[in-house]
């Protein structure tokens, strides 16, 4: 299965730098710079898996809501 590559990894490290601790849907971790994301169901896919596998330092997946939208949180 496909993750982040490792350009899209180290600008996700400079997204969670910016954020303070908490809970984040991905667009809210984003912010504005979600509207830039060509395909926001495979990226949060991608994403996910490599949150999973450890390769993101500051970042844990959490839960998934009920409008299937993913938690992480920021640690």
């Known amino acids: 299965?496909?993750?982040?590559?490792?350009k899209?990894?180290?600008f996700v490290k400079k997204v969670i730098k910016k954020r303070?601790?908490?809970l984040y849907e991905l667009k809210d971790l984003?912010?504005?710079l979600w509207?830039?994301?060509d395909s926001p169901t495979t990226?949060?896919?991608r994403f996910k898996r490599t949150v999973e596998a450890g390769e993101i330092e500051g970042i844990?997946?959490?839960d998934r809501k009920s409008n299937n939208h993913?938690?992480?949180e920021v640690l």
């Open 43 to 45: 990226f949060g896919a």
């Open 70 to 72: 993913q938690l992480y």
């Open 8 to 10: 899209e990894i180290l």
């Open 60 to 62: 844990a997946w959490k």
């Open 20 to 22: 303070k601790p908490g």
């Open 30 to 32: 984003y912010g504005d």
């Open 35 to 37: 509207e830039e994301i």
């Open 1 to 6: 299965m496909e993750k982040l590559s490792n």
